[in-house]
């Protein structure tokens, strides 16, 4: 007996798709590179696109057969086409309208739901910019459940490498509910943490004793420093500026952590 496989629903690629999941298994053993050595160091991006368009004779040129092609029905090729376009020039405005037709139909076609949203999104930042997100990677929840070495690491990843390089800011936090001391140094561009007072913590330009759980109040930004000292919750020994200082070089997510200074 034979079976039609594809008289049935579900063989089909709803979810994910045969072209995409073996891709996948092919890149799990064999890491990003196809075994073409073309591609071994290619150009970045932006970089790659600005020689594609020059070489397809300028962005006019390379709309011009991409409506073509539009009008032709190779959605996919528009779409390929047109992106370098946009890499080389974001704010092209004819080229953002074919490629959010071009997606949208792409999404209209396309049999799984992950793909559908990719190309109905990407249509729809084209035309009425980027949707964001309503995720929170800093909700009091998330942060209750990381100890402080992984909260003073968020804040390392966020500082601002190349604004920060000349600084220099040392903070000793202390903690009446118990615990080692934990000092923060933004040297080189680089925020670093040590618990305890050895060596390596160095000296302070200014020392802040508070409870665990008011300088995780600090850090989300749902309190101030100069509210906690005012309240008797907080003391600072030597230059509060400095902490201002330090905070000044972190990048704020969107929403993240945010430190409250005087």
């Given at each position: 007996m034979v079976w039609d496989l594809d008289a049935y629903g579900f063989p089909h690629g709803y979810y994910g798709s045969v072209s995409h999941n073996s891709k996948a298994v092919y890149q799990r053993y064999m890491g990003w590179f196809d075994g073409n050595p073309a591609r071994l160091w290619a150009h970045p991006p932006t970089e790659a696109a600005t020689r594609y368009v020059d070489f397809m004779g300028g962005a006019d040129e390379v709309l011009r057969r991409a409506r073509q092609s539009y009008a032709q029905g190779d959605f996919r090729w528009v779409a390929e086409v047109v992106g370098h376009v946009l890499f080389a020039d974001p704010e092209h405005a004819e080229a953002r309208a074919l490629q959010a037709d071009a997606l949208e139909q792409l999404g209209y076609g396309s049999e799984n739901g992950t793909w559908r949203n990719f190309f109905l999104t990407g249509a729809h930042e084209l035309r009425h910019g980027?949707?964001?997100?309503?995720?929170?990677?800093?909700?009091?929840?998330?942060?209750g459940t990381l100890t402080l070495d992984q909260l003073f690491d968020s804040l390392a990843i966020r500082v601002d490498g190349p604004g920060s390089w000349d600084a220099d800011v040392t903070v000793r936090w202390r903690f009446t509910d118990g615990g080692d001391p934990s000092t923060l140094r933004l040297k080189n561009g680089v925020l670093t943490h040590v618990r305890g007072l050895g060596p390596a913590a160095g000296e302070p330009d200014v020392e802040i004793t508070l409870d665990e759980p008011d300088l995780r109040a600090l850090l989300l930004g749902r309190a101030a420093l100069a509210d906690l000292v005012g309240r008797g919750r907080a003391e600072v020994s030597g230059d509060p500026a400095r902490l201002t200082e330090l905070a000044a070089h972190l990048t704020e997510p969107d929403p993240g952590f945010a430190i409250v200074t005087p």
């Open positions: 980027t949707v964001g997100t309503s995720a929170s990677s800093a909700s009091e929840d998330l942060i």
